[in-house]
T-cell receptor, first 113, second 109 residues
């Protein structure tokens, strides 16, 4: 079955630590996205990539970094510079730059301890 | 700037009722509109995708309509079931995917 796999489901981060969230897709989609979801704020775009080796900042990129070395993979690193990282993170992919619709993963819940 | 609004924010109905969820958007220059379902603590599941040239899409008990000129979409759920309880999100794509805040649906047995 084609889809998006996010791992881990739950992640705990200590203060000052960087953590990396994994996102893999086997849909052969060119574009991939990272969203953050907080209660009462909806989904906000962190970073997106429309092609391998290229990525752009979304609305809330500060404190985050990404890479896109392979078409199938788009990992997100939450750095120590992100002051409020506790949230639910969702990865998505699309064909035709969104014109074919979006497919989302099951999410990673990150908690700062 | 595109803004997407969903009304109502929450809805509770008895099992078996037909119901309508509303979504409005401010900029009609969109490629498509997509309805998603989200269960608590889970990712988004795509329900229906309506291209800008289409008026409606149907899947089982779900029917979504799109009126670009008025900036509105509705999601119709027929014969609701407790398993339909979830948050329903609409999102418009016009170069960037913009989400509404969602409607939290509860279907009581």
């Amino acid at each position: 079955d084609g889809g998006i796999t996010q791992s881990p489901k739950y992640l705990f981060r200590k203060e000052g630590q960087n953590v990396t969230l994994s996102c893999e897709q086997n849909l052969n989609h060119d574009a991939m996205y990272w969203y953050r979801q907080d209660p009462g704020q909806g989904l906000r775009l962190i970073y997106y990539s429309q092609i391998v080796n290229d990525f752009r900042k979304g609305d809330i990129a500060e404190g985050y970094s990404v890479s896109r070395e392979k078409k199938e993979s788009f990992p997100l690193t939450v750095t120590s510079a992100q002051k409020n990282p506790t949230a639910f993170y969702l990865c998505a992919s699309s064909a035709d730059r969104g014109q074919g619709g979006y497919t989302f993963g099951s999410g990673t819940r990150l908690t700062v301890v | 700037k595109q803004e997407v609004t969903q009304i109502p924010a929450a809805l509770s109905v008895p099992e078996g009722e037909n119901l309508v969820l509303n979504c409005s958007f401010t900029d009609s220059a969109i490629y498509n509109l997509q309805w998603f379902r989200q269960d608590p603590g889970k990712g988004l599941t795509s329900l229906l995708l309506i291209q800008s040239s289409q008026r409606e899409q149907t899947s089982g008990r779900l029917n979504a309509s799109l009126d670009k000129s008025s900036g509105r979409s509705t999601l119709y759920i027929a014969a609701s079931q407790p398993g339909d309880s979830a948050t329903y999100l609409c999102a418009v794509e016009g170069g960037k995917l913009i989400f509404g805040q969602g409607t939290e649906l509860s279907v009581k047995p």
